[in-house]
């Protein structure tokens, strides 16, 4: 088709806190999170392509979720 069919389209992002970050025998939580989201010539991400988490408690797991828009010059697969 000469269209993507489903434009614009979602990616959600998750950022786990299961003691990645953490110390020995201690638990930290994560706040501010930032997430980029870097894209190929083409693709256009809604609102920036940065966005926030403002806390994930230690095992727990935090997301974010982006729009993101193809324009027409768009073909083909695209790496992201």
Known sequence: PSQFSQNPFNIRVYVDNNRGFATIDRE???EDVR???SLPNGLTVQGGPTRVIPRINPRAVGFVDFTVTADDTVTGELTY
């Open 35 to 37: 997430v980029t989201l």
């Open 28 to 30: 930290i939580q994560l």
